[in-house]
């Protein structure tokens, strides 16, 4: 009998917990019933009752129901990387526990893998309703900007949720970098993908983890990862402001010969100095975010400490 594996990364999600097993619990019976489905829910470093309700649903259910417990909270992408070092089924899935990775779809991502050939078939939202306006628009921003300065393919939309053969499930933990970008990762690894749409998924219970600030700094992770033309405007920009400095000498120069040494600009100059000087600082920290990843990368810092399996 062929096993299906779920992924299941979970932050502070003491009530969605018992609601999602019930639910995919469903799924499977209804559904899925020729297959063996394991569960790996991962711990990560949750301060409520988490952990908790996660032994519960093991010793309910020990033959299918696992756990990693991680020492602090190391980030979803360290939750997703060990859900996947630590499991050996047939057919791997991502999913969150939330339930806004609706469950009903497993059975129709599992017929495009063995009916029609495709090594993933992931999930991609069509609709954002439910989440802020600003928060959508950044994120349609964030998906146009990098589709157009990195090489690596990221479709609109598109969910961690997604089931796919033990061969991609080894590609992707062979990408081994510190600094992961799993939308990023599941792109460049390529190998034969399909899409599912659906319509956007209220939470079943609790408050999402991710608040604006937090989605920022994940989406310039994603651009630092997948793109080197931060780097490349870094560099135009500098060489802009410098010609830019050579034409306005130039003009002063020749302005100085013809109607004499004018009375000195102070504000003007201030200006300018501030101009380049934000420049600089805007390049700088730039670069900076590029050593700053080479930095973690080099101290080989693993990606996660288990506390507790089971």
């Known amino acids: ?33 020729d297959y063996a489905v394991e569960y790996l829910f991962v711990n990560d470093g949750s301060a409520d009752n988490t952990l908790k309700e996660m032994r519960q649903l093991q010793e309910k259910d020990p033959d299918h129901v696992h756990y990693i417990s991680f020492s602090r909270n190391f980030g979803k992408e360290a939750a997703l990387y060990a859900g996947l070092q630590n499991v050996g089924g047939d057919y791997v899935a991502v999913m969150d526990v939330d339930l806004q990775d609706p469950p009903d779809l497993l059975p129709q991502m599992l017929s495009g893998i063995l009916d029609e050939g495709y090594d993933v078939v992931g999930t991609r ?36 949720y997604r089931l796919m053969t033990k061969q991609v499930k080894d590609a992707i933990l062979s990408v081994t970098e510190y600094n992961r970008f799993s939308k990023g990762i599941f792109g460049w690894v390529g190998f034969k993908t399909k899409y599912i749409p659906y319509e956007n998924v209220e939470r079943v219970a609790g408050e999402t983890h991710w608040s604006f600030w937090s989605l920022f700094k994940y989406s310039l992770d994603g651009i630092v990862a997948f793109s080197e033309t931060p780097l490349a405007i870094a560099s135009f920009v500098g ?26 600009g102070w504000p003007s100059m201030v200006s300018i100095f501030l101009a380049v000087g934000g420049l ?4 700088l920290g730039i670069v900076g975010k590029y050593i700053g990843n080479i930095y973690l990368e080099v101290k080989h810092r693993p990606i996660y400490i288990v506390q507790e399996k089971k």
Request: overall charge positive; some cysteine; hydrophobic content about 50%.
């Open 1 to 33: 009998m062929a096993i299906i594996s779920l992924v299941v990364p979970c932050y502070n999600e003491q009530e969605a917990l018992p609601i999602f097993y019930d639910t995919v619990e469903k799924v499977i019976h209804e559904k899925l019933a």
């Open 239 to 264: 060489l802009l402001s410098f010609v830019g400095a050579i034409c306005a000498l130039i003009f002063i120069i020749v302005r100085a010969m013809i109607n004499g040494d004018p009375t000195p």
């Open 280 to 283: 600089q600082l805007l390049c």
């Open 125 to 160: 939202r069509v609709t954002r309703a439910g989440e802020p306006p600003i928060r959508s628009f950044f994120a349609r921003m964030f998906y146009r900007l990098i589709n157009k300065i990195s090489k690596t393919e990221i479709v609109d939309g598109a969910r961690d």
